[in-house]
């Protein structure tokens, strides 16, 4: 099964994206903001993020350049 993380401060958008991509058997986790995304990568796992770039406590492309720190992908 596919590990996905949604980052998105919008709630309904979150939900929307967890409701669509559940229906094609990923694994879900949703968080609201950047504190969000470390504390769910520090604890778990993903195979993919799907990031919003508008978050309102950090920019999603620092976040994207903080998570490809971390990542094991070349």
Known sequence: MIRCLIVDDDAEIRSGVQTYLQGF????TTVADGAGLRRAITAA????????VMLPDESGLDLCKWLRTKSQAA
């Open 45 to 52: 796992s993903f195979d993919v993020v799907v990031l919003d």
């Open 25 to 28: 058997g990923f694994d879900t």
